[in-house]
Structures are given as C-alpha cells and as structure tokens.
C-alpha cells in the first residue's frame, strides 16, 4: 500500500523540517520525504496550500469508557480525535472503575484496538481509586502499558503520598502528570476568585489554590530527582513557578488547554455552564502568561483536555454542573487562530507542542516523520474558515464554550500507519 502525499508545507519540529514537499508512505511507515516523488501509488491527497505534520498527539483526554458511556465512549472519543486531527491520544484514568489496575487497562487497550479510530494510551492512576492514600501497583500498570501516571481530576493531597510516587514512577520510567489543587482552599469554588466572580455573585478559587500544589510538587521533583508534568496549568504564578524550575534544571514539563490560552473568566458572565471548568478560566493577566509560557517554551505541550459531559448534566444551574470542556475537535483551529495567526508561536513551535513534545513526555516513539518511522499524520488547511458547529461534534459532549465562533485553520486529513480515517472532516475508518 502506496500514498503520496504531494505539494504539501511539511513541518517536523523533531527534525528541524520546514518545506515544500511529497511524502511518499510504503505500508503504514514514512518511506521518503523530498521535493518532487513520481512513483506509482495507490492513492495520492493534494496537499498545496497545506500544512503536513506528524499526527497529532493529544496527552491529557477524558474517554468515559469504562463507567459513563453516556458522556463518551471510546468508540466517539476516537472519532473526535480523528475529527480533530489527532492520531494519539492519552486518556486519563478516572472512568468507573478507575484505571488502577490492569484489568481496565487491558480492557480500554482492547476497547480501543476493535472500536477506536486512532490509537489510545491509556493513563494509570497514581493512587488505589485516585483517593490518594494508597500507591497503586504501579509496576503492574506499567506492565499492563500504561504510559503515565495521574490521579487527573483530584490532586494527590498528602505531600507523602506524592513524594513515594515520583519515587516508584521514576523507577518504572514513568512521568506523573499532576494535577494541582489544594482541595480546601478550591473548595465551595465554581468559578476564578476575582473581579468577575463577585460581580457573579460566584463563589470563586483562587489561584493559590493552584500555585500552592504546583510550588509542592517542583519541590518534591526536586527531591526525588523525579520527573513531573503539570496538566492544565492556569495561572501566572505557576507558569512562573515552571519557568524557573526549569531553568534550574529540574525535570518539569507542563502543558496548557486551548480553553484557558484562549478565554477568561469573563467568558463566564452569561452563565454558560459550558466555561465551567478546572481549573478555572482565569484573569486575562492569567492567560497572557501563558501565551507569554508557551512562547518561551515553559509550556511544552498543548493538551485538551477533552471532557465530554451529557447534555441534561451541563444544563443546570452553573454552580451544579459538573466542570469540563470538550476540546478535541476545536483544539487545530483554537491553535492556528489564536496562537499562530496572532504571532504567538511559529507552525514550527506550535507543532512541536502537539507532536514531539507529548511523545517525549509520554515515551512515544510517535511525533516525527522520519523516514521509518510510523506513518501518522495530520494534514491542515490553514485558510478554511468555519463556524464551531457542535451539532457536527463526532464527541458524544457538546459541551463547548466555542459553539458558534468562527475560527481559521482547520484539519483536513487524519492517517493513522498509513491509513486515512478522516477526510474532510468526514470518517472513513
Ligand atoms: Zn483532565
């Protein structure tokens, strides 16, 4: 099986890779790369005017499977990944039952394997049902494949606990991904403390909510020597905070949602349950020091953090909804028309934050188009322009804050080892 891709703009941060050119894919792997290929292929997809990149890799998603079906499955979640230009994705182990154990491990990897459209690398948890008293068999869930570990959606509050974590991960080679919360100054908090939620009339939480956990967590990984990822950072301080841990050498990495580089927490005026997130959208001082984090590299990795939820659960009143955005299907142009059109990040930059940077972190041999490697890659049309339609959502969730803005850079094509499983926004796996 022979596909050409042919007259695209190809970017490969991981390769330092910024050209016009043909991919040529031999059954499922990059077979070569240069400026003009003429050979005989069974299928070729015109890509001038289009951006070529390594399939995108999504590291922080909420697949529903097992438990709570009616939000996702792992059958949508992989057809909103493909919709949305993602050839990988990590799921996040808090399904019903949580992922501790290789028994759910073993059943989203098959789960994935006969119903998914793109691959799924499932997330262990860091602790017995994410309660965070116990460690849980941690070598067992690397076994078992996992690619990191999280407790997402709790943060691991005893400083113990974590610290016995970093330790055991790093001996399995894996990166706790954290999510950093201190419960009791969060608690009663629906939206970020600030202006905006006393003009609400919002009980809010304040970023030392965050920053306290964040400031724990850096000091532990400097401790235990240990690697750490902070999921869904949101606030100035802990961009800050990442910024110089970084500097002084310490193996973090942290990563930012679309949702929180591209709104604020005045988003939430108008109470659309949809900006009910967490962590919280921020000030706008918030999300400039994330642009200001992703530029400077600070923030390695844009992830989703795709949290489908059932319609009937997020129409209720703001301070009863659960929190979480989907995100997959909007992510591309959320990058492209707030990122690169506005002069934030290079293609180049903003690439490595969807491909080789989550690859790194997760210990993916993904994210690259070297010749050899696996044939996945996400073709992008940077001028069509369309209007954010979650009746279209492949995702189960509609629950968007972006439902009807008119966004630019759209992804056109998803080939998963060497298979297209969406054209045109269509899926054809
Ligand atoms: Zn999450």
Redesign the pocket.
Same mark, same amino acid.
């Given at each position: 099986m022979r596909l050409l891709i042919k007259g695209g703009r190809i970017i490969d941060p991981a390769n330092n890779l910024d050209s016009i050119g043909d991919v040529l894919i031999v059954d499922g792997k990059i077979a070569e790369i240069s400026e003009n290929i003429e050979v005989q292929v069974n299928k070729t997809v015109d890509a001038e005017g289009m951006i070529v990149t390594p399939g995108l890799i999504d590291m922080?998603?909420?697949f529903r499977e097992p438990g709570y079906e009616h939000k996702e499955t792992i059958a949508t979640g992989t057809r909103a990944a493909a919709a949305g230009g993602f050839t990988s994705v990590a799921c996040?182990p808090?399904t019903n039952p949580i992922n501790d154990n290789q028994a759910v491990c073993s059943l989203i990897k098959q789960k994935a394997k006969e119903e998914g459209v793109v691959k799924v690398f499932p997330i262990g948890a860091v602790t017995k049902g994410s309660q965070g008293e116990e460690l849980a068999e941690i070598g067992e869930l690397k076994e078992a494949g996992v690619v990191a570990l999280s407790d &997402?959606?709790k943060p691991i509050s005893n400083g113990e606990i974590m610290r016995r974590a970093l330790e055991y991960a790093q001996m399995f080679n894996l990166t706790i991904i954290s999510?950093a919360e201190d419960l009791n100054l969060a608690v009663g908090g629906f939206m970020h403390e600030g202006y905006v939620s006393t003009v609400l009339g919002l009980r809010g939480i304040p970023s030392a909510a965050e920053e306290t956990m964040v400031a724990r967590d850096i000091i532990l990984a400097e401790l235990t020597g240990s690697p750490l990822h902070i999921?869904?950072l949101s606030t100035a301080g802990s961009v800050r905070m990442a910024r110089d841990a970084k500097a002084r050498g310490l193996m973090v990495t942290a990563e930012a949602t679309p949702h929180h580089f591209t709104l604020t927490d005045e988003a939430v005026v108008g109470y659309h349950t949809a900006t009910k997130v967490?962590p919280p959208l921020r000030s706008s001082s918030d999300r400039d020091a994330i642009l200001a984090g992703l530029k400077d590299g600070t923030i390695d990795v844009i992830a989703t &953090?795709?949290?489908p939820h059932a319609r009937e659960e997020k129409e209720v009143e703001y301070a009863y909804a659960p929190n979480?955005m989907v995100g997959l299907e909007t992510a591309v142009p959320l990058v492209v028309s707030q990122l690169i059109n506005q002069g934030i990040l290079t293609w180049s930059e903003a690439i490595a934050k969807l491909t080789v940077n989550p690859a790194r972190i997760l210990g993916l041999p993904l994210g690259t188009l070297s010749i050899g490697s696996t044939a996945d890659v996400t073709i992008i049309d940077p001028q069509q322009e369309a209007v954010v339609d979650t009746a279209k959502f492949q995702s189960m969730g509609k629950n968007s804050a972006f439902s009807g803005w008119k966004l630019q850079g759209w992804p056109i094509c998803t080939i998963v080892d060497g298979q297209i499983v969406m054209q045109s926004g269509k899926i054809l796996a």
């Open positions: 922080h998603v909420h996040m808090n &997402d959606g999510h999921a869904h967490n &953090d795709h949290a979480g």
